[in-house]
């Protein structure tokens, strides 16, 4: 029905019930009937013919949902029987699946949160439950839910922005495959929030929900001595400011959560979380066509500690802590019979920070008091101590301007066509205040006592000091997406409907950052300088300080800004620097500037739904659409730093430094992105059968074959693999142990070991280098250690054969079911992650993605049992197979020496270290967890107190006290010469049965 429309409600003869005018979905709701049959509605509306349905009945639930239809006319009325729903030829191959809030009010919900049912639509999954789901294979980032039109999507990240109360939403719609053109900006798919108006009637609602430890038990024999408890109280208010002119809808909802995370081979915790969720909403009726609505949500966040596993204690994990307003302002109206738009205006503020759990708390790793105080990881088991290593806060704002129509057309070219159209622009900002503390690495050498002084103080372990510059740093990005549209569904008769569309998308993206350069080609350009002055006679060293002047260097290692080279952040480049300034007269820094990039894409989409037999009960579908992402902004930030250095020292037995730090094998890492950033796309096919078995009960069987293309990566730029074929016997003499064959690639070194050599009449130990199992890289530029850069260079595949089973609300009950079989293959989950930076690591790294899960099955349901006073039920249970995850080795490696000279001279060699990760066992991603079953129950009882209606509730996760251990990763201490996978897995255990009590009182 259209918005605007009168709507009386009646029964038998008699008179008028109620009346009511619809919101700005064409909703009209009637609130406290009885059950039975009988009831009649009466709809109208200006220029529209008047249209009166019969024979309504209301179920025991007192609710039941009528589609009603304005047609144009003037002085007639259109009577209709209440009938059944049957297969929708007209959404084509659309595939979506729709909580209502009384289905989301009947299934247990844990922490009352949307993002715990969006996983309920067949091929969804929240594995890591961050409230992100992954869709078909797509990465987390890659989902795109709006809450009455506007976005929820961080800008910076990618993942949701807020939470929605819960009290205030009508309904959820979860797209997971064949969207038509209207939806867009995502790769995975698409969610929507529609919420709740005030209308005439006054109601209300005041809910608590209550956990505790006390009725937990053990948690299934893990976590059983910890204490929690969970607070969660909320007040809904709805209703008229002016009768049949104006509403109100209050909803406010406060959260006092403690949850109990089980570590696994760690110390368990409890998680605190704090949170304010609020939906307020005025709606104006400005005539019969157009109405109005201001809305302003909000929800401040703190959650304390967050970034805690089986690696990282609870005191090294930070503080979580976000809030700000969105406002939005909506504008509908019904132009014609034919005819209906909306337009929306909205404008949000996010402030997000970071800051240390404990501040004090120093690291296990050495007991020197300036070093202590640094966040630590142990490169021998992974684990980590110390504080948290950065404080930050950030600010994220966005504008947003949407106009949608939809026009319907009656016949043309033999068909009827519901044409929908629009555009959509957003401007979204960002601005971070960071401040990085250094993080050290801590390796243990293997050590052999002085034979002539047993009593020395000898190094026990090397650690690696990565600092940053600037420790402070405040940048900014942002982003443009405009968006335009055009779908139309066309029905041919009854027996089949297509649907084309176009989308055309376009981002400008800007951030601050930095000159980009060619590491490669500078290289080349300082070979040939080198060898130039070589030819012309001159000394080696030298010739090195001129070929520097052809290198773009950071600029924090121009000599000039230190009194001696012995004060510079790295003394050798300084040196070399030096050289160039006295040879050349200048060098080239690294330039500060704006840079821009920017992507336009058009994404054609088609879509058919046939019924084979004309009978409305069976139809044939398929699609195949092109969906285009929004460029998040976190990838273009990065490029502003921190940049990392790595400062090398010795600790003795007793964990004190021993000898002098340096920082003569490194440079600075940089990171940078590409230029030619596109936004990335997916392809996606999908095939299917849908049949109606029984009176709202429908099956269907489909295909959905997805390729992901232009995913975000970062990789190094500045390490190329050394080739066993092309060391040389001047490379050699630098190994005293040889060089050994990792596939084609050589390993030479990275491994530092100290062996007693004898040096005149003493024995001592010396550092030697020796092959470590890991194919060794050479840097590109000496200028700088890593150079990571962004852009468009990951892949990846998903295909998903899909059963479902689906009841709407008939006869008291209603369900949904889903057995899905997927595979979904690539490189990596995500953009900033380690892989892609080892190029000798690249057929190891593609295989299946950490999200595949090839085997699980969904069921969601309710029912109103009339019996003893009537109650309701409902539930979930899902079994999923178990997630893949690697066997990991992770520490910092020393390069193979790059030769200054190019060969052209005398060997002079350079070499940093940089932190290399490899999988042992060949393959990432090549364990997997064991299968996991869930069971969620539900049980509420309702009772009469007067005008009020008291419900008591009872909850029930996990019902089946499943303790399953959840491994997302296994470090292991060897190297793959050394041996043996055995090591620190990074992993929870599940809690255990948890029961939640609840009482809620409507008015």
Not at 630 to 654: A, C, K, S
Request: some cysteine.
């Amino acid at each position: 029905m259209l918005p605007g429309a009168t709507v009386s409600l009646m029964r038998g003869a008699g008179d008028p019930l109620a009346s009511t005018i619809t919101d700005e979905r064409g909703r009209a709701v009637f609130e406290n009937l009885a059950a039975g049959g009988d009831y009649r509605v009466i709809a109208s509306m200006p220029g529209y013919a008047a249209v009166r349905l019969e024979q309504i009945s209301v179920p025991e639930t007192g609710r039941a949902e009528v589609a009603v239809g304005l047609a144009p006319g003037i002085g007639e009325q259109v009577t209709s029987r209440a009938g059944r729903t049957r297969v929708d030829l007209e959404r084509g191959a659309v595939r979506d699946t729709r909580v209502s809030s009384d289905l989301f009010a009947d299934l247990p919900i844990y922490g009352r949160e949307y993002q715990k049912v969006l996983d309920i639509a067949p091929g969804v999954q929240d594995t890591n439950d961050d409230g992100n789901p992954n869709v078909h294979g797509s990465r987390e980032r890659d989902f795109r839910l709006t809450v009455d039109g506007v976005s929820n999507v961080d800008p910076l990240t990618g993942k949701f922005l807020s939470y929605v109360n819960p009290d205030a939403i009508e309904e959820i719609e979860i797209v997971d495959a064949g969207a038509d053109a209207s939806f867009g900006g995502a790769v995975g798919g698409f969610g929507r929030i529609v919420t709740k108006s005030g209308s005439n009637e006054f109601e209300g609602s005041f809910s608590l929900f209550y956990q505790d430890s006390l009725f937990d038990g053990d948690g299934a024999g893990g976590a059983g001595s910890l204490e929690f408890r969970t607070f969660q109280p909320s007040l809904y208010l709805s209703g008229p400011l002016v009768r049949d002119r104006a509403w109100f809808l209050i909803a406010h909802e406060l959260v006092d959560k403690q949850t109990p995370i089980d570590v696994v081979a760690g110390r368990s915790f409890v998680q605190e979380v704090e949170a304010l969720r609020g939906l307020d909403k005025l709606t104006w009726q400005l005539g019969p066509h157009d109405r109005i609505s201001l809305q302003f949500a909000t929800d401040p966040l703190t959650i304390r500690p967050e970034g805690v596993d089986s690696l990282t204690p609870p005191e090294s994990g930070y503080v979580f802590e976000r809030g700000g307003p969105t406002v939005s302002l909506t504008w509908s109206r019904p132009t014609s019979p034919r005819f209906y738009w909306e337009a929306t205006a909205a404008w949000s503020d996010v402030e997000t920070s970071r800051r240390p759990f404990e501040a004090d708390v120093r690291n296990t790793c050495v007991n020197d008091q300036a070093l202590g105080q640094f966040s630590c990881i142990e490169a021998d088991s992974g684990r980590r101590s110390g504080p948290y290593f950065q404080d930050f806060r950030d600010d994220r704002k966005r504008r947003t301007l949407r106009w949608n129509g939809e026009l319907f057309v009656g016949s043309l070219f033999g068909a009827t066509h519901r044409v929908k159209f629009g555009a959509s622009f957003e401007h979204a900002r960002y601005r971070r205040r960071v401040e990085r503390d250094p993080v050290i690495t801590f390796s243990s050498i293997r050590t052999i006592g002085d034979i002539n002084d047993p009593n020395a103080r000898l190094p026990a372990a090397q650690i690696s000091i990565q600092r940053v510059y600037p420790e402070f740093a405040d940048d900014t990005a942002s982003g443009r997406y405009g968006a335009l549209y055009v779908s139309d569904s066309m029905s041919f008769g009854s027996r089949l409907a297509v649907t084309v569309g176009l989308r055309l998308s376009s981002e400008r993206l800007r951030s601050t950052g930095w000159e980009p350069f060619d590491p490669a080609a500078e290289r080349a350009a300082y070979e040939q300088a080198v060898a130039e002055c070589l030819a012309e006679g001159r000394n080696p060293n030298s010739c090195v300080g001129v070929g520097f002047a052809q290198l773009t260097v950071h600029p924090l290692d121009d000599p000039r800004l230190y009194p001696a080279c012995s004060a510079a952040i790295h003394p050798q480049l300084c040196e070399r620097l030096t050289t160039a300034l006295a040879f050349t007269g200048g060098i080239r820094t690294r330039q500060p500037g704006v840079f821009h990039t920017g992507d336009t894409n058009v994404a054609p989409r088609f879509s058919f739904a046939w019924d084979p037999w004309g009978r409305g009960r069976s139809k044939v579908f398929g699609s195949w659409g092109r969906y285009y992402g929004q460029t998040f902004l976190l990838p273009l930030v990065v490029e502003n730093g921190p940049d990392q250095t790595l400062q090398l020292q010795y600790i003795d037995r007793r964990g004190l430094p021993f000898g002098a730090s340096n920082n003569v094998l490194d440079a600075f890492s940089i990171r940078t992105v590409d230029r030619d950033l596109r936004a990335q796309h997916s392809d996606e096919w999908t095939l299917g059968v849908e049949h109606e078995i029984a009176p709202e009960t429908t099956v269907a069987v489909r295909w959905v074959e997805r390729r992901y293309r232009d995913q975000l990566q970062d990789i190094d730029l500045n390490h190329d693999p050394v080739l066993l074929e092309e060391v040389t016997d001047a490379d050699l003499a630098d190994f005293p142990f040889g060089c050994f064959a990792v596939g084609p690639f050589a390993d030479c070194s990275g491994f530092l070991a100290l062996v007693p050599v004898q040096i005149g009449p003493v024995i001592r130990n010396v550092p030697i280098e020796i092959p470590d199992g890991l194919a060794d890289l050479e840097v590109i530029t000496p200028a700088f250690n890593s150079i990571y850069l962004v852009g468009n260079f990951n892949s990846s595949r998903y295909r998903a054969y899909i059963l479902e089973l689906t009841r709407r609300f008939y006869r008291n009950w209603e369900f949904t079911a889903s057995y899905t079989w997927s595979e979904s293959f690539g490189q990596a989950e995500d953009f900033d992650q380690v892989l892609g930076d080892d190029r000798t690591n690249i057929a190891d790294e593609r295989g299946p993605l950490a999200t595949d899960q090839r085997h699980v099955v969904k069921l969601a349901g309710r029912v109103f049992v009339p019996r003893f006073g009537g109650f309701r039920l409902g539930g979930r249970l899902t079994y999923e197979s178990g997630l893949p995850f690697s066997v990991f080795f992770q520490r910092p490696v020393i390069d193979f020496p790059s030769d200054l000279t190019g060969g052209a001279g005398p060997r002079i060699p350079t070499r940093y270290a940089a932190l290399r990760t490899v999988f042992p066992t060949g393959q990432r991603n090549d364990r997997r967890n064991a299968h996991l079953w869930t069971l969620d129950l539900n049980a509420q009882k309702q009772f009469e107190l007067g005008r009020v209606r008291a419900t008591v509730q009872i909850d029930v996760f996990n019902a089946l006290n499943d303790d399953t251990q959840l491994v997302t990763s296994l470090f292991t201490p060897s190297s793959p010469v050394e041996g043996g996978f055995s090591g620190t897995p990074a992993a929870t255990r599940r809690f255990g049965r948890r029961w939640q009590l609840a009482v809620r009182l409507n008015f």
